[in-house]
């Protein structure tokens, strides 16, 4: 054997180990066990080298060089021991006293060093600037010249209010949309106010109709108003909207329940006055801090999320083609693996939030342009997240076919030899660990390249005489595999310098990201286009030649039995589907890289254009796309793209598709007798959609607010009540009701713990506070801003921005209120001590409404049309399944018959991203049901969360056959021939598939046990597969016949095999079954490539099957499983 020969065999099936290594060491290290196997001479073995992988060419991005330098795809771990120095040593620990005083300087100087370092950071930074806004905003009520501009009524508080609502602790695009919030949440505040006065004077005096006008105003200023907020907030669900939200119903409860003008039935605009006074001054407040503090850009956050996620995806991609190449599947549960997809989750959350806030600034400095191009680079971005997924999908499908093999009955099919390694020694330490009990599994260490084969290269080193595996010949024309292993083997030693090549090409692009301050220049290097095509041009050659050199040896082992060709074939197929998926992240990166050159001229022609201004562009632009030309309807359904659903956006329940049930008889078909029925037949239809139109969730939330404030609110009105509601400040009460109710009940709980917590500290702290100031207003403004500091910790550092925000409200409305009342300010608030206020009687009197107000929101929550976020979620995920169970009933190459020619997707642009976002939607549903009690259990939290993994598994299968189909191109003669015969096979798996989803949507929507009797997918999929290989084995045949090869001749194969084959023929085999005879196919010749396509969709197949599957035994841990004893009638 030649020098390359042996060369092959060290770099893919070699026993070696590095020198100085034990045997441990070498097994562990992907070498072949040798303990079955005595030595055959009692000397000293030398020590091979350690398996390498070939070096290949590959592209420097930076200069479109061709190298053969050595490079590893592996990414270090630096996780040592860490340094005792930088912690906190413990006084107990030490002997004497000069070693505790020691200790304790050394303790003091790591707090001193830690706390200096969170004060220079963007949170620390943050903490202080709401904690400075805060002490500025209460000048307000402490500072007499601030007071008096306010104003003589009370109310001063709330500019401290507002400035907690919208803290400084944000970017300047944040700041702008948070002041366009507060502008229109106090306009509309207004606007009621002054109705409900008008309204009041109208029908209370004038009209002398008091209680008329006392119904009125709560039946449309309460009930109404605040039930249009109620559903905005819903709506929209968004932080600052549900802020702007308290905001406007703090100014809708004060004026209508509490200042009197309503009441008295006068129309005063005082009250309107102080309040635009009061929102000017905690807007400019807040935003004169922001701006002149430690200012944060969106713009600037946004590139710098960019330019994270960009090297995160160059990590990821980098490790799943070493765990790939490696055959290590623990690559992807390693602490550095989940660390770069725990960075790039979190970074793309907050690249959408930093792309969102960036609008606002780009649109003010007059770059919309600019800021549409960012988003098409964080929307490529996207697209790279996702091919990701469908990377580790296909090495997942690998792994999950080589374990299934491994632990088939091989043993049976495959010639057993003392010297063969059944598993690879790519894999034999991957699987080392489930396969082989009795050797140690250990990590791959990082992939080496040899130096470049030449074949006139001798071997340097001497063959070992322990026992090895057959080696690889360096073609495979004269080789027959006797296991998958040898050839995903073969796979890599053709394909793997070349794949590792265009995956560190596109690493190292990934891993230079071109983004720097939005001011300053795009540095993209435009060799990197370049350098990507040509990277690509290399892996198609190889690619193309592995793939030809696998389905050769695939077809020097035709006198194996059909089941292991066919594990061959599936194999073969699932290394062409990776290599093709790899293929489609490339094609990503050149799209990526084409924003990237947009992004880059558009950044350089600095124009500023302020476009968004002109409105009517919209409008002819609107009208113009209502008048698209109509083409083929069914072409043009998929090509339709599916409406993005926001990041914030709920799952809204059961779609019209689902609850437009169409009636047998329509009222337009029904006859008419009279002029009773003409009336019936009129009105009928409307009145059934107007009903409609109440059932939906959020009209029925709105609604629900609406009756609930209208309830609590109608005790300021009535005589016998009114005194009380005043004196125990029901005000507070009802905007606490307004805080708590939340669209799900477990949302409520979780609001209405915060508030109820929050409130409670907040009173205690303004009980101490007062205490030691004695009403001092210096005094007080230091201890509030104390205060203030670890509230809005609690809100900027530690992500809760809920609770922080009710401890500070508590402390506003009644330190600064008291404070308000010494004032001597024009108020009826003599009861709780005038200008010697009892600042324990108001802060009890604080604590007891928004109780109050905390439990009336619960009752309604709970009793009027509740809506459980258990049942929120079970619905949204039984929809879910349905979803995907209808596109997968599509047929994903289906499409590919119908119109290769226009579009090859089955899946509808923006489809993929529309249930990635509704996945996302329900984990935040999933959180809600857990703070919700029933007497029957706790919500199974866990077992859910595996379930969404599972689903998620499955979205990135769909997701890699989507890239499959899409990135296929032109069908061939001979994929056109295979997608027909098999036609009838696929269209059962795919309604076989659907109706599986269909099952288990059932099952969770209606809490029932599962059978054991849903059907299997899989027998499905063996039938595709069987008649796959029939047609290849008849196929073959009758081309073997056609050309008149001979079957006695020596260079056609050996004479055995062939009568082996001809054996194989006439028996029956209960994989296939009975198929049918394979059509005349004339003058069409198939090659093996033709039949990739299938093969990769049945690998993707296998993958959902199996997903589901895992999804059937957790329902069945859930709600358990029928047998056919149970008895069910009673």
């Known amino acids: 054997m030649n020098g390359n020969t042996s060369t092959s065999r060290g770099a893919l099936g070699g026993t070696s180990a590095p020198r100085g290594c034990s045997g441990n060491n070498a097994n562990a290290n992907g070498g072949t066990m040798t303990t079955s196997t005595p030595p055959t001479s009692p000397r000293r073995t030398r020590r091979p080298a350690r398996s390498k992988l070939r070096n290949g060419t590959w592209i420097v991005p930076g200069t479109g060089e ?19 120095d930088d912690q906190i040593q413990p006084l107990a620990t030490a002997a004497t006293l000069r070693d505790k005083a020691r200790n304790a300087l050394h303790n003091v100087t790591i707090s001193a060093d830690s706390l200096w370092a969170w004060l220079n950071s963007p949170k620390g930074r943050g903490t202080i600037k709401c904690s400075i806004a805060y002490l500025l905003a209460s000048m307000g009520t402490f500072w007499h010249p601030a007071a008096k501009m306010l104003g003589p009524m009370d109310g001063k508080h709330i500019v401290a209010t507002i400035v ?28 009621i106010g002054m109705c409900s006065m008008a309204t009041s004077v109208l029908f209370g005096d004038v009209l002398d109709m008091e209680k008329f006008s006392y119904a009125l105003i709560l039946i449309l200023y309460i009930g109404f108003g605040l039930g249009f907020v109620g559903w905005i907030k819903q709506k929209l669900n968004n932080p600052l909207v549900s802020v702007g939200c308290s905001i406007a119903s703090i100014g809708i409860i004060t004026i209508i329940t509490k200042e009197g003008s309503v009441h008295r039935a006068v129309f005063s605009t005082d009250k ?26 969106a713009r600037h956050a946004l590139r710098k999320s960019m330019r994270t996620a960009s ?12 765990g790939f190449l490696s055959g290590a599947e623990e690559e992807f549960t390693s602490k550095s693996f989940m660390e770069a997809s725990a960075t790039y989750t979190t970074t793309l959350s907050l690249m959408n939030k930093n792309a969102k806030e960036s609008k606002y600034e780009y649109y003010l400095i007059g770059q919309e342009k600019i800021y549409r191009h960012d988003k098409a680079v964080v929307k490529c971005m996207e697209n790279l997240a996702q091919s990701i997924g469908g990377l580790r999908s296909a090495a997942n499908t690998q792994f999950e076919l080589l374990k299934e093999i491994a632990t088939g009955p091989l043993s049976a099919d495959i010639p057993a030899s003392p010297n063969t390694n059944l598993f690879s020694p790519v894999f034999g330490r991957s699987y080392s660990s489930s396969f082989k009990r009795a050797t140690d599994s250990g990590r791959l260490s990082a992939i080496d390249e040899a130096p470049d084969e030449r074949s006139d290269r001798e071997e ?29 083997e073969l796979f890599i030693r053709l394909l793997g310098p070349s794949m590792k090549s265009l995956v560190h090409t596109m690493a190292e692009i990934l891993n230079q990201p071109p983004f720097d301050t939005p001011d300053a220049p795009i540095q993209l290097n435009e060799q990197f286009k370049y350098s990507l095509g040509e990277a690509v041009s290399l892996y198609n050659e190889s690619r193309g030649k592995a793939l030809e050199e696998l389905y050769k040896m695939i077809e020097n082992a035709r006198s194996t039995s059909e089941s292991v060709q066919a594990d061959f074939e599936e194999v073969a197929a699932a290394c ?22 947009e992004l880059k001229y558009i950044s350089e022609q600095q124009k500023r254009t302020w476009g968004w201004l002109n409105v009517w562009n919209k409008i002819i632009s609107l009208w113009k796309s209502r008048r698209a030309d109509e083409g083929d309807l069914e072409s043009q359904a998929l090509m339709k793209p599916v409406k993005r659903m926001r990041q914030s956006q709920m799952p809204q329940g059961m779609p019209q598709a689902m609850t437009n049930r169409p009636e047998n008889l329509r009222w337009s078909d029904a006859p008419v007798d009279g002029w009773w029925d003409r009336i019936v037949r009129k009105t009928s239809p409307t009145i059934y959609r107007f009903l409609n139109f109440l059932a939906r969730d959020d009209i029925r939330f709105g609604l629900k607010v609406g009756i609930g404030a209208t309830l609590y609110a109608m005790f300021a009105f009535i005589p016998e009540t009114m005194e009380i509601y005043r004196h125990w400040r029901g005000e507070w009460g009802l905007l606490s ?33 007062w205490l030691i100031a004695d009403g001092n207003p210096v005094a007080l403004a230091l201890l509030g801003w104390v205060v203030s500091f670890g509230a809005f910790y609690i809100m900027v550092d530690r992500g809760n921005p809920a609770f922080g925000r009710f401890i500070l409200l508590s402390y506003n409305v009644s330190s600064l209120y008291a404070y308000s009342l010494s004032q001597n300010v024009e108020d009826d608030d003599d009861d709780e001590g005038g200008i010697h206020p009892r600042i324990r009687e108001i802060a009890f009197h604080r604590v007891v409404a928004v109780t109050i107000g905390i439990i009336w929101g619960l009752i309604i929550c709970r009793l009027i049309w509740a809506l459980p976020a258990r049942r929120k979620f079970k619905e949204g995920l039984a929809l879910l399944y349905l979803q995907m169970g209808l596109i997968w009933k599509r047929g994903p190459l289906a499409i590919l018959l119908r119109n290769d ?16 976002r509704y996945a996302s939607q329900l984990q935040t549903l999933r959180t809600a049901a857990s703070n919700e009690y029933e007497l029957r259990g706790p919500f199974p939290y866990d077992a859910y969360g595996r379930m969404m993994a599972s689903t998620q598994r499955v979205l990135d299968a769909f997701h890699a056959m989507s890239l499959v189909t899409q990135k296929h191109g032109r069908l061939s003669e001979g994929e056109k021939a295979l997608l027909n015969h098999t036609a009838e096979e696929r269209a059962q798996l795919c309604a076989r598939i659907c109706h599986v989803f269909e099952v288990l949507a059932s099952s969770i929507m209606l809490e029932y046990p599962l059978t054991d009797a849903i059907p299997s997918v899989m027998v499905i999929r063996d039938k595709l597969l069987g008649k796959i290989f029939r047609f290849r084995k008849e196929h073959n045949a009758s081309m073997d016949k056609m050309l008149g090869k001979d079957d006695n001749n020596p260079e056609n194969g050996n004479s055995s095999n062939n009568t082996n084959n001809n054996n194989i023929n006439n028996k029956s085999s209960t994989m296939l079954g009975a198929m049918g005879s394979v059509p005349d196919l004339g003058d069409v010749t198939l090659e093996e490539p033709d039949y990739a396509l299938l093969y990769a969709y049945a690998l993707v197949t296998g993958q959902v099957a199996k997903e589901l599957k895992i999804l059937e035994k957790e329902l069945e841990g859930l709600f358990g499983r029928l047998d056919e004893d149970a008895m069910l009638l009673q």
């Open 66 to 84: 061709r190298t053969r330098r050595t490079f590893t795809l592996r990414h270090p771990s630096f996780d040592g021991p860490g340094n005792d």
């Open 164 to 191: 907690t609502y919208f803290h400084p602790a944000r970017t300047a695009g944040s700041q702008i949309e948070a002041v366009s919030i507060a502008i229109f949440a106090v306009c509309y505040a207004m606007l």
């Open 272 to 297: 309107i006055v102080q309040y635009l006074k009061i929102l000017l001054m905690a807007t400019v407040i807040s935003t004169v801090v922001n701006l002149a503090l430690w200012p944060s850009s």
């Open 311 to 322: 090297t995160s995806l160059g990590r990821m991609l980098s490790m799943i083609s070493s």
């Open 460 to 488: 340097s080193t001497p063959t070992p005489i322990v026992a090895s595996p057959p080696r690889l010949p360096h073609s495979a024309s004269d080789f027959a595999p006797r296991s998958p292993s040898e050839i995903f």
């Open 576 to 597: 062409g589907h990776f290599s093709f998926s790899l293929l489609s992240f490339a094609d990503e990166m050149k799209k990526y890289l084409d924003a990237l050159e």
């Open 737 to 769: 009701f307004m805080i708590v109710c939340s669209m799900t009940v477990g949302a409520s709980n979780a609001t209405g713990l915060a508030r109820f917590t929050g409130t409670v500290m907040g009173a205690a702290f303004v009980v101490i506070n």
């Open 901 to 916: 020619a226009n579009f090859t997707s089955y899946m509808k642009i923006g489809e993929q991203a529309a249930m990635q």
